[in-house]
């Protein structure tokens, strides 16, 4: 006999008492003992239930875990029959895990993450549980319904990572791979077996006294003889004689093995069902679940739910999956026999009744249960057709391994290949990245989308558009995802709704794979457009997934606009990322690594390494290409600016090897060769930093980084005329530049070649512009990078850039600077406050100040006052210091 299923306990023997009291239902017992052993059990830190179905394991959880008990908390999970995707069952774990705890996410269900196994939500249950309040317990029913190996494997890992006060019960038919053998060991593992689950005879008296049957005490030894205690079979049983005209002969004929016994009684039970109850239990067994709807649509009859809703509380086998009683699943074995009687009394309606269930479920927009009934009806063609039009919306909820599943379910052609799954198999190749595998599918797709109907020809070539598009981003390939992009199907009119959602889908992950193929090109106005198209859209069609991809990107499409702008929008894609459990996941790592980018070059380098760290953690080494140049290029700014060189050097080589495996340039090309230009110069290999230079076109050799390269070049070489003559363009604007950085970092070399020079004059006046480029963004990597740093020492005292200064010598020095956590003011300076703000640390006078700043003495006198009142200043020094505390100030020097 079947366990339970969900958060629902099962119809079973005398177990059921636990659940039956609960709801007020008599005639049932509660195994005291039986719980008591559970108890004792459960105080390790992980009790393992295993027994065969209709052992009563179900019913024992749920009668220990509904007794009221305030000091402790329970999540309960039952894995759901053919699960196989991982993922789901870690979202279902931490949801319950959130329910019981009460905390932040309690009542909300968990967005999945197209793409993963789980393992980072896995995490996020050993987090929560850990902040949960103690004693906690996780109580995981079914697992042997868990058809995926990593799932599993994380499970066995969860379970022996469990903190103090937190407790684990898992209940199965078999004993999962979980490798709990050191729990064992350490006498941390508890273990329930089919022994003790069994009946005893006194029980079986308790449970027929309950039931209001009487039978000789030498009767009810030999029941309890013949079903060897056994819930289920007890339980049939008790069902039959009741109203039996001849009890002792039932039971004196009640023999032969558990599958001969089962199939007897609950043919009995079935025959005393009414007519329309028989049509119904027949007409719906070949569902997983069933609804009063669904019901009445397979049975041509009205009244269902009712009907269901009264079998369930009459104890027959039939149990309800949620609390509203909407959703009910028949227990495994009387299902199974329900089937059996299906094929031998109503072979020729069965094909039909699968057509009609999977019309409901197509309707219903559950394209995966539609799928398997049309296979199960042998409709081949339709069930590829459904499957294929629905391949990527499915990938997007999370369903990537039921896909495979389904794929696997049809029949294998000999010879041939079946065309209207191409673009299934191409969805498949590409989440898991074959792409020479995919890119075949495709082109099978688009040769059978050619000769397919107007109406699915339109579909399909949408949905092959859309996965061209990632192919082609995954490859590098960024011309072709222009040339397709423009080549997008339009929408057509007339659409009905399901096809107006698959539109939807698709349109999404187009504008999101054009809008970071642009960014990755520099392309960044369009990118920016097509990432807030795409934002928009996926969040209006309730596509969280697909929005936070497009919001991650955001940030790095945003670098023309302002640095500050570029900093939201990381925090807001990971707030959402966060907030949908996708903080570890490969989808949220553009954002991760363009905020550590934010914070190295404005010197927060520890908060920046955690970030960076936090992204390299979650880049697929065989991921997007863009993302790992992008992760490699950021990685290797950290150590550049702490002077770490040879590691700056490695990560511009791995960046370098991603691009050579792309077939089109990344944007960020110019400023990986620089850089490795640069880095070569100053570790000595001036050989190799010229032939690198050397091997570069013309329209790449005039670019503004690769000039600024050349003028390191120069300046190693100890000719820093060349390098002057090397930055002009940069400096005068006539060369193309790709990056914030590339002006600041051109103005500081040209100072330190002055200095080279001898002119100290011409030093501080680029200086003074490089400080003036960066003092809006607060910008302290180019000076790091460079070692322009140590010319910041000789600049006047009178420098209108002062706070700026500090913290530059600050973070070069290892003394602070921006590394301190910010707090909030009460209301925010606004940009002229902020500029008299950072003279109140130097000994200049208010009328020194208003020259330095040329406005008159009174807008100074406005500023400060303006300033005091909103950091809660009552004078100069405690408006610096409180500036200080906010980061508006280092701690430096003034």
Known sequence: MADGHRATPDLRAAADSGRSATRGRP???ARRDLVAALDRAAEKQVTLVSAPAGSGKTSLLRTWAERPDQDRRIAFVSVRPGQRDGQLFWLALLDAVRAAAGGQGAGESSAVTPGSDGGAVMDKVLSEITASPKPFFLVIDDLHELGSAAAVEQLGTLLTSLPQGVHAIVATRRDPSLRLHKLRLAGELAEIRAAQLRFTEAETRELLTATKIVLPDPVAERLHQRTEGWAAGLRLAVLSLAGHPDPEKFVAEFSGSHRTVAEYLLAEMLERQPPHVQRLLLRTSLLDRVNGELADLLTGATGSERILLDLEDANAFVVALDPGRTWFRYHHMFGDLLRLELRRTLPGNIPELHRLAARWFAEHAQAADAVRHLQAAGD????????????????????????????????????????????VHANADLHQHRLDEAQAHLDIARSYADTSPPDRRHRLRLAIASLDLLLARLRGHFDAVFEQADALPS???????????????????ALLNLGVTEAWSLRLDDSERHLLEGAALAHDIGRPYLEVACLAHLGFASGHRSFALVRRRCEEALALAERYGWGAEPVIVPAQVS???????????????????RARRATQSE??????????????????????????????????????????E???WSRVTAWTVATQARLGMLDEARATLAALDERRSATGEIRAAAAVIRLAEQDPAGAQRELRPVLDGTAPVNSFLTPIEAHLLDALASRDLGDKHAAGTAVEQALNLAEADRMILPFAMTGAWELLETLPRRTSHAALVSDILDVVRGTGGPDRPPSVPAETLSPSELRV??????????????????????????????????????????????????RLLSNGRG
């Open 623 to 664: 991921g997007e290409p863009g993302v790992r140049l992008l992760v490699h290029l950021v990685s290797a700014m950290l150590p550049a600016a702490r002077g770490q060189l040879q590691e700056t050097l490695a990560e511009l080589t791995a960046a370098e090897q991603v691009q050579a495996h792309m077939r089109g």
């Open 380 to 423: 081949w063609a339709e069930a590829g057709h459904l499957l294929a039009d629905h391949t990527v919306s499915l990938t997007l909820d999370g369903q990537a391994a039921t896909v495979v599943a389904l794929l696997h379910a049809f029949p294998v052609r000999t010879g041939e290949e079946r065309p209207e799954l191409a673009l």
């Open 491 to 509: 929408p057509t009119t007339g659409q009905s709704t399901t096809e107006v959602a698959l539109a939807g889908d698709l349109r999404a992950l």
């Open 595 to 613: 905020f550590a980018g934010t914070l190295i070059c404005t010197g927060e380098f520890e908060q920046g390494q955690q970030w960076l760290e």
């Open 837 to 886: 703000l950072r003279y109140l640390p130097t000994n200049l006078t208010r009328p020194e100040i208003a020259g330095e700043l040329s406005v008159s003495l009174n807008t100074v006198n406005t500023h400060i006052r303006r300033i005091y009142a909103k950091l809660g200043a009552g004078d100069r020094s405690s408006a610096v210091q409180r500036g200080r505390e906010l």
């Open 27 to 29: 005639g049932l017992i």
């Open 666 to 668: 990344h944007g960020l």
